[in-house]
């Protein structure tokens, strides 16, 4: 007889400073399926894993495989019970390669010492072949697309052969097609018997994907049921204690002048000839699938990258930008799209963090004005609802939703006139979506700016007074909001237009 469950968590608890992560919590997955485990950022999912992973400890609670009772995990102890983890923030080594990467700590030795590179890379090429993944195993991981890098994880993970795999936000970087190749590979693992353990804030990859599905809030169970017992209304009511009526809280803003005027920017190899205006009160939004050189055009204006021809207006005046730091003279900001790696300092505070971009409005002199600086940080907590102790906390140790807030919060302190937002809701909860998209919506009420890029459709139709679609490095088509639709940015985002 099949054995009904494969894994059960019960009664666990965690508590970290000042948060209680987990109270009592209750988790079965059963061999062969698909489960989803969702939840608002903060609400214990990511804990739950790291748990069975072995990188955290509960304070209650004990773990069965395979209707088992073992004892406390090691992350080495959880892989060897058949227990891999595709992570939400990606924990790839940069300066080392695709193989490497893979198969770190397991290579392939001639006489126990040496590293076979040969068979290293054969093993490699033979893994990616049969996940259907094009790519180099000697290329440096630092030379990918973050949305390759994911790929990688997602290789690795399977790599280990595992019964269980956890894929934390597997999708939160890689595009439609890719989805749809990653979902075809979780069917294939699922038909052999293996369990996913699937997070993800995305609904119709849940509705699509799962078998069950299991919702936690604030560190606490809230059930678990079939996933055709639910309607998606009912799943965020669930996550969030309420209904969400509104996911896009579009208002009407009077557009006025224009603020910024891009002309002819073009960079070799990455964009070309590209031309727009942006006018205060207005969302811009920058559709186009990954590699279309949104981000890469984004960069060049906020001076990360200097391109080879091109003009750049404020308010009429031609300005050079050279650096982020004429950037924001200016009254730009830039919100990045991977807050690990390029927006903030994980290992400091939450305030510190918040004033990284401003510094130079809490300085006198050698002192700082600590009570401006917390007042400050304190409203921008209160505004954006950062669920942290206290702004001294450690941002690593904050959801990544949670981070993602404390990025925005940084750059609005920079009371910046343009705000560019490169994919604002990646890797957020539905409730937090909602309250980002509010912020929007109060930015341009102030008579702000904001260029918005983001791979999900609906954020693109639901927030965007205007829609430029990229493709290949060039504009290929602009929509108004009154004549966007799917069919249309994805014939331009293709290349398929008559």
């Not at 069965?64 to 009772?69: F, H, P, T």
């Not at 259907?132 to 195993?137: F, K, L, Q, T």
Request: glycine share 8%.
């Amino acid at each position: 007889m099949q054995e009904q469950y494969v894994l059960e968590m019960e009664h666990i608890s965690k508590t970290f400073p000042g948060v209680r992560a987990l109270e009592d919590v209750s988790f079965k997955v059963r061999k062969g399926t698909v489960h989803a485990l969702m939840g608002e950022n903060g609400a214990g999912k990511s804990t739950l894993m790291k748990i069975l992973g072995g990188i955290y400890w509960p304070e209650t609670g004990r773990i069965k495989l395979r209707g088992k009772e073992i004892g406390m995990l090691t992350p080495r102890d959880s892989l060897k019970n058949g227990i891999s983890m595709i992570h939400q923030e990606l924990t790839s080594v940069y300066d080392m390669t695709v193989a490497e990467n893979i198969f770190l700590g397991r290579e392939p030795l001639f006489a126990k010492f040496w590293v076979n590179e040969k068979k290293l890379n054969e093993d490699t090429r033979h893994l990616l072949e049969s996940l259907e993944i094009s790519i180099d195993p000697k290329t440096k991981m630092k030379d990918l697309s973050i949305a390759r890098m994911q790929l990688v994880e997602i290789a690795k993970a399977i790599s280990y052969n595992s019964e269980i795999i956890i894929m934390d936000e597997p999708t939160s970087a890689i595009t439609d097609r890719e989805v749809a190749h990653l979902f075809k590979i979780i069917r294939s693992l699922t038909n052999k018997g293996v369990s996913i353990i699937y997070i993800s804030h995305k609904m119709d990859e849940i509705f699509e994907i799962a078998d069950e599905i299991t919702v936690l809030r604030d560190g606490e169970l809230v059930d678990s049921k079939h996933v055709k017992e639910l309607t998606q209304q009912d799943l965020i009511s669930m996550m969030v204690g309420r209904e969400l009526k509104e996911l896009f809280p579009k208002k009407e803003v009077r557009i006025g002048e224009k603020v910024l005027e891009v002309k002819n920017l073009s960079l070799k190899g990455k964009f070309n000839n590209i031309s727009f205006q942006l006018r205060k009160g207005e969302i811009l939004g920058i559709a186009g699938l990954m590699g279309s050189g949104r981000s890469e055009v984004m960069e060049s204006l906020f001076g990360l990258a200097k391109p080879d021809e091109g003009e750049i207006f404020f308010h009429g005046k031609k300005v050079d930008i050279k650096s982020p730091e004429d950037a924001k003279k200016n009254g730009l900001a830039f919100i990045t799209e991977d807050r690990k790696l390029t927006g903030l300092f994980l290992p400091h505070s939450v305030k510190d963090n918040m004033i990284a971009a401003s510094l130079e409005k809490y300085t006198k002199g050698m002192f700082m004005n600590e009570g401006k600086i917390r007042n400050e940080c304190n409203k921008q907590r209160e505004l954006l609802g950062v669920k942290t102790p206290d702004i001294n906390q450690k941002v690593k140790n904050l959801s990544g939703g949670n981070q993602q807030k404390v990025l925005i919060a940084k750059w609005l302190l920079t009371d910046a006139e343009v705000i560019i937002l490169d994919e604002p809701t990646r890797g957020v909860d539905v409730g937090a979506k909602s309250e980002i998209h509010a912020l929007m919506g109060k930015l341009v009420e102030e008579g702000k700016a904001v260029i918005m890029i983001s791979s999900e459709m609906p954020e693109v139709l639901g927030m965007s007074d205007r829609i430029i679609v990229m493709h290949e490095g060039k504009i290929s088509g602009e929509l108004s909001r009154a004549e966007a639709n799917q069919d249309k940015i994805m014939k331009y985002a293709t290349g398929f237009v008559n």
